[in-house]
């Protein structure tokens, strides 16, 4: 299949990332499945559609662009010990400003947590995961997909920006302002979050070599 592959997997990516969101698209989809159905139903896409296209990637044409050098993998290492940090203490928590939080009613500017110190944490932790990936994956196909993903997180950043500011008015203002002024304390990163943030990057370690074919640590 080669690049035509590679193509078709891109293009699935973004439509499934797009279509469902579509306001009429997701009011519908939510009132058939809920919205806990539906925030399930669009992560299992989202995993499904992101492993076809990385493997899509590794079974396209190999054209090297600069030979790879044992420094980076420990420049990815870092990154993604950071990446994995923002994943635990973004997560699954209220957030107004960005996609993915949940409870948004419940959040309290007093004490953001993480957002005060970055509105979308989880799409910083893509931005690190994508742009630290490209220096060991030196070739055509793996440079478009994490160059790609990487400026896909930090494009979506200005767009999020943009529609929440639309939606909230100047209630999104407020918040924010108040945000910025709350004191920040190491409680805040929330030591459960912190051990989570560990173990998830224990376990990427450990699958690392069986889901890719090899291991970050050589």
Request: proline share 7%; aromatic share 14%.
């Amino acid at each position: 299949m080669g690049w035509t592959e590679f193509c078709i997997a891109f293009v699935a990516f973004f439509l499934s990332h797009s279509v469902p969101v579509h306001p009429p698209v997701r009011g519908a989809l939510v009132g058939l499945l809920g919205q806990r159905g539906f925030t399930i139903g669009y992560s299992a896409l989202s995993l499904a559609v992101l492993s076809w296209l990385i493997g899509a990637a590794g079974r396209a044409p190999y054209f090297p662009l600069w030979q790879w050098a044992p420094w980076q993998n420990y420049v990815v290492l870092v990154a993604m010990g950071l990446a994995c940090l923002l994943l635990a203490l973004g997560a699954v928590r209220p957030n107004p400003f960005s996609f993915g939080g949940t409870g948004n009613d419940r959040f309290n500017p007093a004490d953001p947590g993480i957002i005060l110190l970055h509105r979308h944490p989880l799409l910083l932790a893509l931005a690190l995961w994508a742009f630290a990936h490209v220096l060991p994956n030196g070739d055509v196909a793996h440079v478009i997909l994490f160059g790609l993903f990487g400026s896909f997180a930090l494009l979506g950043q200005i767009i999020i920006d943009r529609r929440k500011k639309r939606q909230m008015g100047t209630e999104w203002d407020m918040l924010w302002s108040q945000s910025r002024q709350a004191p920040f304390r190491f409680t805040t990163l929330s030591p459960m979050r912190v051990c989570a943030g560990a173990l998830l990057y224990g376990l990427l370690l450990w699958l690392h070599p069986t889901l890719f074919g090899v291991s970050p640590l050589q």
